[in-house]
């Protein structure tokens, strides 16, 4: 008998838009637009991709986010957020490492965990 190991990434393509929450982990590939919270288990190894032309309104709770697209509301990585150059994000951002490209627009505060900070 032959064990199949199920992928544990998932991607939502350009034209979808979800209104409501999501829950994931691994990764996550979003192209489309949610609106609503997106989290992951911030001990996990979980990674958010927003792709260029994603766009979030609601706030996001995941170890991992590479953010190159559009993001309204605040924002928690528990391990590291790296900000493209095409992201804007309209929010506060609560992180432990942060890498920034030149050309990102952040609309909010920016706080480092680091020190302990509440991540609630």
Do not use: C, W
Request: proline letters at 2%; zero cysteines.
């Amino acid at each position: 008998m032959t064990t199949r190991k199920s992928s544990t990434s998932s991607l939502l393509e350009h034209d979808i838009e979800i209104v409501g929450d999501i829950s994931f982990n691994g990764d996550l590939y979003l192209q489309g637009r949610i609106n609503g919270n997106l989290t992951a288990p911030l001990d996990s190894g979980a990674t958010l991709y927003l792709q260029e032309g994603s766009e979030v309104i609601g706030e996001i709770r995941v170890p991992t986010i590479i953010a190159a697209g559009k993001i309204a509301g605040d924002v928690f990585a528990s391990r590291r957020i790296s900000i493209k150059s095409t992201a804007e994000v309209a929010g506060n951002i609560h992180y432990i490492e942060v890498l920034m490209e030149q050309g990102a627009s952040i609309n909010g505060v920016m706080t480092s965990l680091r020190n302990g900070a509440d991540q609630s």
